[in-house]
């Protein structure tokens, strides 16, 4: 298995402009988290769905931000408009439930600044 | 708050000397998980502990838990310069969102580790 895949790796924009970021899941597993790594405020759990149904979104910032999973093998966060402080690393990562305990598999992050 | 707190905050060895990072926690875990980041990458799971045991190993890694106290330890044995990168432990409490029981990971700042060659 390729692991969890992101897109784009890294991605600079100006302030106001829409962003979205994507993300593969690994085959077969049925969690799927969006997380947020700042220098300050660390990694951040944003969102996670289990089977493509949003389960806990309380970590979404702002109504800015939007995450859909339209299937078992897709996902995007969304960010409109972007603003300077968005600048962060956004990671995915996935689960299964059958594995022991929700150890969680990571993508390699998207590098995201917002100029 | 449900996060880990790592200390130290940076550790810098070298190469063949044990390195010690230290986690503590605030409320109740199911369990209590190490990843590691190498710079520019994702996060990799290292070890996991359940809240029912104390101690776990896994080749060089050594992890401790004392619920009692609310803290864990991992320990790099004979670091070696690839151990270089940041360690992060993560709790797990179970919640019942959506139907559905699942374990929420919980991430401290995490330690970054030097391992001089």
């Known amino acids: 298995d390729a692991g969890v895949i992101q897109s784009p790796r890294h991605e600079v924009t100006e302030m106001g402009q829409e962003v979205t970021l994507r993300c593969k899941p690994i085959?077969?597993?049925?969690?799927l988290f969006w997380y947020r790594q700042t220098m300050m405020r660390g990694l951040e759990l944003l969102i996670y769905?289990?089977?493509?149904?949003?389960?806990?979104d309380s970590g979404m910032p702002e109504d800015r931000f939007s995450a859909k999973m339209p299937n078992a093998s897709f996902s995007t966060l969304k960010i409109q408009p972007s603003e300077p402080r968005d600048s962060a690393v956004y990671f995915c990562?996935?689960?299964?439930?059958?594995?022991?305990?929700?150890?969680?598999?990571f993508g390699p992050g998207t590098r995201l600044t917002v100029l | 708050s449900q996060q880990g707190e790592e200390d130290p905050q940076a550790l810098s060895i070298q190469e063949g000397e044990n390195a010690t990072m230290n986690c503590s926690y605030k409320?109740?875990?199911?369990?209590l998980q190490w990843y590691r980041q190498n710079s520019g990458r994702g996060l990799v799971h290292l070890i996991l502990?359940?809240?029912?045991?104390r101690e776990k190993h896994s080749g060089r890694l050594r992890v401790t838990l004392d619920t009692s106290k609310k803290s864990s330890s991992l320990l790099i044995t004979a670091s070696r310069a690839a151990d270089t990168a940041s360690y992060f432990c993560?709790?797990?409490?179970?919640?019942?969102?959506?139907?559905?029981?699942?374990?929420?990971?919980?991430f401290g700042q995490g330690t970054i580790l030097t391992v001089h060659p």
């Open positions: 085959s077969g597993h049925d969690y």
């Open positions: 993560a709790t797990v409490h179970f919640s019942n969102a959506g139907g559905t029981s699942y374990g929420k990971l919980t």
């Open positions: 409320t109740s875990i199911n369990n």
């Open positions: 990562a996935s689960s299964a439930l059958l594995l022991s305990y929700n150890e969680q598999f």
């Open positions: 769905f289990n089977n493509n149904v949003p389960i806990d």
């Open positions: 502990i359940r809240s029912n045991e």
